[in-house]
């Protein structure tokens, strides 16, 4: 069973930054995607950043050249460098992985930005 670790969320004011890892354990081989998502209170869950099967990145606009992603394949990992946060960027993060065909999901880091 595939299980997706998170952590690095918390409070942090407007403008710092935060980092977020996310560790894959439980299968022998490596995901075709691996990315982040966030829901925001009262919001749907939307993608932040990906990387695809092909290993292009993809990412919100909301969040283009702000935030970076990036990995360890050696470690199937994968991090969210996040940069110049706003308080639009409060949100549970959640790690997502897609391997032949399901989705696994960890269960969340929140990050509150506040001041």
């Known amino acids: 069973q595939v299980q997706l670790v998170e952590s690095g969320g918390g409070l942090v004011q407007p403008g710092g930054s935060l980092r977020l890892s996310c560790a894959a354990s439980g299968s022998s081989s490596s995901p075709d995607k691996m990315g982040w998502y966030r829901q925001a209170p009262g919001k749907q869950r939307e993608l932040v950043a990906t990387?695809?099967?092909?290993?292009?990145?993809i990412y919100a606009d909301s969040v283009k050249g702000r935030f970076t992603i990036s990995r360890d394949n050696a470690r199937i990992t994968v991090y969210l460098q996040m940069t110049s946060l706003k308080p639009e960027d409060t949100a549970v993060y959640y790690c997502n992985a897609l391997y032949s065909g399901i989705h696994y999901w960890g269960n969340g880091t929140l990050v509150t930005v506040s001041s």
């Open positions: 990387f695809t099967s092909g290993g292009i990145t």
